[in-house]
């Protein structure tokens, strides 16, 4: 099927150049806009499988925007910017962002990065499609949260080195979350290079000259 896609950037020459080299590598550009708002609204009018936002746009910065489609898993988010520094990645990330691109970019950029947000984002709804019944996503919580006090208290792992190994063990294996912590539980599963649990000491036997029980 041919992959949906709305573009999301106010530089008119930027939007028409992403257009043409979509539609020539076989992408079908449903709609397009430069403005924020309106590519939340398009979003959920053509139901794409991806929304390529720039972060600096009027009515809704690319951020914001992206904040909300992914809040409701609409599509995959693709954020352009000028600026590769850390923290604005990081806030992008945060947002909902699966993929990233610093223009200028070229085509040998593009396509790789959408590909990615793809792949990234298929991955998170079929593990929420996996638990959509609410007594398997309270099971799925209480199973997560156990496995992270193993790993915590086996491996030295923080709460959220914990839950980080088990979130991205679950997309790189295709597994649900349950799964992994289920394994992290019955010792199947730890992370590489932690240290092994520490084992309790067993009990001391009874000596030779140990006094019977009368």
Same mark, same amino acid.
């Given at each position: 099927?041919?992959?949906?896609?709305?573009?999301?950037?106010?530089?008119?020459?930027?939007?028409?150049?992403?257009?043409?080299?979509?539609?020539?590598?076989?992408?079908?550009?449903?709609?397009?806009?430069?403005?924020?708002?309106?590519?939340?609204?398009?979003?959920?009018?053509?139901?794409?499988?991806?929304?390529?936002?720039?972060?600096? +746009?009027?009515? @809704?910065?690319?951020?914001?925007?992206?904040?909300?489609?992914?809040? /409701?898993? *609409?599509? $995959? %988010?693709?954020?352009?910017?000028?600026?590769?520094?850390?923290?604005?990645?990081?806030?992008?990330?945060?947002?909902?962002?699966?993929?990233?691109?610093?223009?200028?970019?070229?085509?040998?950029?593009?396509?790789?990065?959408?590909?990615?947000?793809?792949?990234?984002?298929?991955? +998170?709804?079929? @593990?929420?499609?996996?638990?959509?019944?609410?007594?398997?996503?309270? /099971?799925? *919580?209480? $199973? %997560?949260?156990?496995?992270?006090?193993?790993?915590?208290?086996?491996?030295?792992?923080?709460?959220?080195?914990?839950?980080?190994?088990?979130?991205?063990?679950?997309?790189?294996?295709?597994?649900?979350?349950?799964?992994?912590?289920?394994?992290?539980?019955?010792?199947?599963?730890?992370?590489?290079?932690?240290?092994?649990?520490?084992?309790?000491?067993?009990?001391?036997?009874?000596?030779?000259? $140990?006094?019977?029980?009368?």
């Amino acid at each position: 099927m041919t992959t949906r896609v709305v573009i999301a950037e106010d530089e008119a020459i930027i939007r028409l150049d992403l257009k043409e080299t979509l539609e020539e590598e076989g992408y079908e550009v449903v709609a397009e806009t430069g403005r924020g708002d309106e590519a939340v609204q398009l979003v959920r009018r053509h139901e794409p499988d991806i929304a390529i936002l720039d972060i600096k +746009m009027p009515g @809704l910065d690319g951020l914001s925007a992206a904040r909300e489609i992914a809040g /409701e898993r *609409r599509a $995959a %988010v693709l954020i352009l910017t000028a600026f590769s520094q850390r923290d604005l990645i990081e806030r992008a990330r945060d947002a909902g962002a699966l993929a990233y691109l610093v223009k200028p970019f070229q085509k040998a950029d593009l396509l790789p990065a959408l590909e990615i947000a793809l792949g990234r984002f298929k991955d +998170m709804k079929a @593990l929420h499609d996996q638990a959509t019944n609410l007594g398997d996503q309270l /099971e799925t *919580r209480k $199973a %997560v949260e156990r496995a992270k006090g193993k790993l915590m208290d086996d491996h030295g792992l923080s709460e959220g080195q914990a839950f980080s190994f088990i979130q991205k063990t679950a997309m790189r294996e295709r597994r649900t979350m349950r799964t992994v912590a289920d394994g992290v539980l019955d010792g199947s599963l730890v992370p590489s290079g932690a240290p092994p649990p520490t084992a309790s000491s067993p009990p001391d036997p009874p000596g030779d000259g $140990a006094a019977p029980r009368p």
